[in-house]
């Protein structure tokens, strides 16, 4: 033990520790826990920050013996516990508080920019934040600190965009909740939670793509002291279940065992080793000897779709007890392999390797195609993006008075409870999942990955488990998008109006078939209803391979659909001469056209035709023209840099209608304020702050006199989670009923205290009941209701469902530079016009759409999970796999709405923006390379490379 004195946030300290260990492991060690951890401290995330003698620096990078004597400085220094700073408050009212995980970092950042800069540029800012990943932001509300800022220093008005319908609160861009305690880096994520004599869980994952483990022998590591428990396919339940946070019966199958005899993919479990402490994990790891009979794997969609090798092997069942024809294969099967369940079957023949198929139709197309005065057949690849959430998945569990605590960093704490409860054979009751601040999810964090193991092993062994993915094991062990052949056929007019659409989709699931049709149906299912068109056929084969696992990522397939359907229009503008604008304009839904095909949209079962109530679409693409000037770019002035001009629209769903639901509890308490239980879940994207919103705007009351639990399986009613874009349309939506069944309770009861008729008296801000001939306050209600002669305490609960998809809509426009010489595009301007129906808070929801458009840039230009014929991940760090930080984004980049609003929704139609923002960025993007320089790019990321060869230069 070394003797260590540092000066630390102004007091010196002095410690007996290991000069060689991380200082950042040290410092947390102290209780210094606003240094968070995205890059397993390769110095590639930034979230770690700290002020060093004067400069922000890494600490993950530094060990102890280097900060010996030295000055540290960390948020903690800086925040009160009941105060935030002026530098906090302008990050929050800039709205670049997500989930929070990078904030701290951030403000180390800009703080000493300040200290060092009297009047930053932009470009300073980009400077000063240029090592910092913030996957959710986008990074453009960043610049608006320093501005607000000084604002806030000079006593000056600080403008907020607002809502252009007149509401007290809904509408506002009013701060996030839970913004202080982020920003000044409190306990939120489930790091913080993790009590200090917690045993720790660490994966031995498997080195081949596809094996038989044939020999394991842990008695190496058993006899290491400090290792608890080891749990391998010798000990592992049989149980097969499937991990995909969708509500039962999932259509996805049920095809992995928590550790199997066969491994499916690189990274696949092997082992699972439980130990005191981390390094006692990794060393017992290294312990464990294994013999595995490696097959030759199926890396590619075209190595998968021959089927010459099989996947999964194993037998098949279903869950009514018909085989449907798999009783010769099941014979055969061998018992290695890992079942395939299902609980109803979706199209496909595992004897294939096709886990799934579905499709629909509408018209003729046959007869269409024949008719149309133009054909144009093309075929695009997307390629397997991760979601790359700055938090890697976490959890950390632990058995409290008897039962099963899960503090989880999960889009679907009811989900994962169920699942939970299938796999430990207990029943729901016995298990309590609270969703802890979330450090980004996008998808990937809707599936149960890591909480069935950590569960499993604390409910045998009575231990508190902390189980945290690397970031490679977060690349190779968790999922991502599905990679996706799509050909498209269309049938034109001379004028470009379409007559038929006709989509094929390949998509790969990878090792396992979580969300494997349902992502993959909505790369048809999401930009197909697009357009007025009365022709229209899709079908789509989704098939197994042993790559890591797909599942959900933000869009859920729509981006990938997107790109493929809107560039192959934009082909055919092209070739009939017809403006591809004005081929949309032509084509594109508006309000009060009936879909009739969305009777064949959804995604389970039969969906039904709608009448699409508000669409602001055609609205969002005239402003779009508008700002960006289409059709008169201006040259860059030098021959081998070309300008182009790139455009699509897109949409997405609000929920998934007949499938979802969200469900809200309010409780009035004895002076009149409220507390409201929601079931849904905020990943950081501001749904805790929009429920308080809508209760204060309905409740007649300011939001800082409610306060809301989300979330906690105990606390808070059931509610699907966050996916399918549902949260704001859902969660809020049950919300809002129970706000209305609460003033409906209000009302009753006042009428019976103030002897007036009900109908008589309204709620009126801040906190009246008023009659025609008196008022009484909301405190003294509820102390009637609640003494002795009342009728007991107000409370509230409602459910939200509805059979209607409340489609938001987008036009995305861009201006590249694509450089004839190197390939290299950059994308100058982008503008993402948005009709959300009403924003219930633009700040926040201009975040949501600037970070998605950031993710899908990044899968346009640069983002692709690298493959060698083995199924080994190549680049599964941040070195090697690029994600945008802030000067990788556009100069000119800019969000707007167009507000529609709805007869029978009282604050406008509560349409989502997270999901389909992500949807715009490729075509737009391709289309606008085609503008420059003539040549299209059918294949995802759009690298240097594929450009030049499109050019014939290479
Ligand atoms: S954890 Fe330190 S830079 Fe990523
Ligand atoms: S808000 Fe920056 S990583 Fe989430």
């Known amino acids: 033990m070394d003797k260590i004195k540092f000066k630390l946030n102004g007091v010196e300290k002095e410690f007996f520790g290991d000069k060689c260990q991380s200082a950042k492991v040290f410092l947390r060690n102290q209780g210094i826990l606003s240094m968070r951890e995205g890059c397993d401290g390769d110095g590639n995330c930034g979230l770690c920050n700290i002020i060093l003698d004067g400069q922000t620096v890494n600490s993950c990078l530094l060990l102890v013996g280097q900060i010996e004597g030295r000055e540290i400085y960390t948020v903690e220094f800086f925040s009160d516990k009941k105060k935030i700073d002026t530098l906090q408050e302008a990050m929050i009212l800039a709205g670049v508080i997500q989930c929070g995980y990078c904030s701290p970092s951030i403000y180390l950042a800009l703080k000493t920019l300040l200290d060092n800069v009297e009047k930053p540029t932009r470009e300073d800012i980009s400077d000063a934040l240029s090592s910092i990943l913030c996957r959710c932001t986008g990074y453009e509300q960043m610049y608006d600190v320093i501005d607000i ?41 489930v790091e913080d939670f993790v009590a200090s004599d917690a045993c720790f869980l660490k994966v031995l994952g498997s080195p081949h793509a596809s094996a038989y483990v044939t020999k394991i022998d842990v008695s190496k590591a058993e006899k290491l002291p400090g290792v608890v428990y080891i749990l391998t396919h010798e000990n592992s339940p049989k149980t097969v279940y499937g991990r995909s946070g969708q509500s039962y019966p999932e259509p996805s199958p049920y095809d992995r065992r928590l550790i199997g005899q066969k491994v499916y993919h690189e990274g696949d479990r092997v082992a699972a080793v439980v130990a005191e402490s981390l390094e006692i994990a990794e060393k ?42 798999y009783e010769e294969h099941n014979a055969k099967a061998d018992p290695r392999e890992t079942p395939i369940f299902w609980n109803f079957p979706i199209g496909g023949d595992q004897r294939t390797n096709m886990v799934a198929k579905t499709g629909g139709k509408m018209g003729d197309v046959e007869l269409a195609f024949s008719k149309s005065d133009a054909i144009i057949e093309r075929e695009y690849r997307t390629k397997k993006v991760h979601c790359c959430p700055s938090e890697p998945h976490v959890c950390y569990t632990e058995i409290v008075d008897g039962r099963l605590v899960v503090h989880a960093s999960t889009q679907v704490p009811g989900h994962a409870r169920r699942i939970i409860s299938s796999i430990l054979g207990i029943s729901e009751n016995k298990i309590r999942v609270i969703k802890e601040a979330v450090g980004g999810g996008f998808g990937v964090k809707q ?16 231990k508190s488990i902390y189980y945290r993915y690397s970031r490679e094991e977060e690349f190779i062990a968790a999922t991502s998008r599905h990679d996706m052949k799509i050909k498209v056929k269309l049938g034109a007019n001379k004028d470009g109006k379409l007559n038929a659409i006709q989509m094929n989709v390949y998509s790969n699931t990878g090792a396992f078939g979580n969300h494997c049709m349902t992502v993959s149906k909505n790369s048809c299912a999401v930009p197909l209803p697009l357009f007025n068109v009365e022709n229209i056929k899709f079908d789509i084969d989704i098939f197994y391979s042993n790559l890591p696992n797909a599942g959900a990522y933000r869009g859920y397939g729509a981006p990938q659909g997107t790109y493929a359907l809107m560039t192959c229009i934009a082909e055919l503008a092209k070739e009939i001469g017809v403006d591809y604008l004005d081929i949309l304009r032509k084509n594109t839904v508006r309000s009060g056209d009936a879909m009739e095909l969305l009777a064949q949209m959804a995604e389970v079962g039969k969906g039904s035709a ?41 949409q997405q769903k609000s929920g998934i209608p007949n499938v979802d639901t969200g469900n809200a509890i309010i409780k009035q308490l004895n002076d009149g304020t409220f507390i409201v239980h929601m079931g849904g879940t905020d990943l950081g994207t501001g749904m805790n702050t929009i429920a308080v919103q809508a209760v204060s705007e309905h409740l007649k009351l300011d939001m800082d006199k409610i306060h809301i639990i989300a979330a ?64 009484m306050s909301y405190a003294d209600l509820a102390f009637k209701t609640q003494s002795g002669k009342g009728c007991g305490q107000l409370i509230a609960n409602a459910n939200f469902t509805t059979h209607l998809h409340a ?35 633009p700040v926040l929801a201009k975040g949501q759409i600037f970070g998605a458009v950031i993710q899908s840039i990044g899968h346009s230009l640069y983002e692709e999970m690298i493959f060698d014929k083995d199924g080994h991940m190549l680049n599964a760090n941040f070195m090697d796999y690029k994600v945008a930080k802030i000067k990788d984004i556009p100069k000119d980049f800019r969000v707007e709405f167009v507000e529609t609003y709805e007869d029978k929704e009282e604050y406008g139609p509560r349409k989502s923006v997270g999901e389909l923002s992500i949807n715009g960025a490729s075509p737009a993007i391709a289309t606008a390379i085609h503008d420059a320089v003539g040549v299209w790019i059918r294949e995802w990321p759009f690298t240097p490379e594929k450009i030049l060869k499109e050019l014939g230069k290479i």
């Open 807 to 841: 489609f938001p809509y987008a036009t995305h426009i861009c201006e590249v530079e694509v450089n004839t010489n190197t390939g290299e595009v950059n994308v100058t301007k982008y503008y993402a016009i948005h009709d959300c129906g009403v924003p219930m808070n």
């Open 712 to 775: 906690d399986t105990d606390n808070t009613p059931f509610d699907v989670g966050a996916y399918a874009s549902s949260g704001t349309h859902f969660s809020i939506g049950a919300v809002l009923n129970a706000s209305k069944k609460m003033e409906n309770k209000m009302l009753e009861s006042a009428s019976f205290y103030m002897n007036e008729p009900k109908e008589d008296l309204k709620l009126v801000y801040p906190m009246k009941i008023v009659g025609k001939n008196s008022e």
């Open 447 to 462: 599936d149960v990955l890591m909480e069935d193991l950590a569960s499993y092993l604390t409910w045998i062994t009575g």
């Open 284 to 325: 017992a790891i290294e312990l464990i000897e294994v013999e595995y009979e490696v097959l030759k794997p199926v890396v590619t969609l075209e190595d998968a779709m021959s089927g010459e090798i099989l996947v999964h092997g194993g037998p098949v069942y279903f869950k009514d007890g018909n085989l449907r024809g």
């Open 610 to 650: 709608e009448i699409i109530e508000s669409c602001g679409l055609i609205d969002t693409i005239e402003k779009a023209a508008k700002m960006i000037d289409w059709r008169n770019k201006k040259e860059s002035g030098k021959p081998h840099i070309k300008v182009g001009q790139g455009v699509a629209i897109v």
């Open 149 to 189: 800022y000084k604002k806030l220093l000079a006593g000056e008005k600080i403008e907020r965009a607002n809502s252009e319908k007149e509401m007290r609160v809904i509408g506002k861009s009013v701060c996030k909740i839970d913004s202080p305690k982020l920003v000044k880096g409190e306990k939120a994520f």
